[in-house]
Nanobody
Framework: QVQLVESGGGLVQAGGSLRLSCAGS????????MAWFRQAPGKGREFVAR????????VYVDSVKGRFTISRDSAKNTLYLQMNSLKPEDTAIYYC????????WGQGTQVTVSS
């Protein structure tokens, strides 16, 4: 079973940038697709972006297209999310998981964007 730990969140002003990381350990398998999800206050968890196991195929939710970039370093078992031009509506706890997502979720990392 894969254990995932998210990091890199923080408080940033609108228009700023953050880079999230997701470190995998345990039974990692480089054939997993991986994804980022987020949960805003009072809302359900939503899909943000995913990347295939080879790293050459990505999909984004419309609201982040052109601003966020998902990538992975399979040698390091690490997933990234580069977030640029952040907006207050991006405020949420961000989670990584396999894609399709497994049943277990990590603690997530808080991203807060001030206006």
């Amino acid at each position: 079973q894969v254990q995932l730990v998210e990091s890199g969140g923080g408080l940033v002003q609108a228009g700023g940038s953050l880079r999230l990381s997701c470190a995998g350990s345990g039974r990692t398998d480089r054939t997993y697709g991986m994804a980022w999800f987020r949960q805003a206050p009072g809302k359900g968890r939503e899909f943000v972006a995913r990347i295939n196991y080879s790293g050459d195929g990505t999909v984004y939710v419309d609201s982040v297209k052109g601003r966020f970039t998902i990538s992975r370093d399979s040698a390091k078992n690490t997933l990234y999310l580069q977030m640029n031009s952040l907006k207050p509506e991006d405020t949420a706890i961000y989670y990584c998981n396999t894609y399709p997502p497994g049943a277990r979720w990590g603690q997530g990392t808080q991203v807060t964007v001030s206006s």
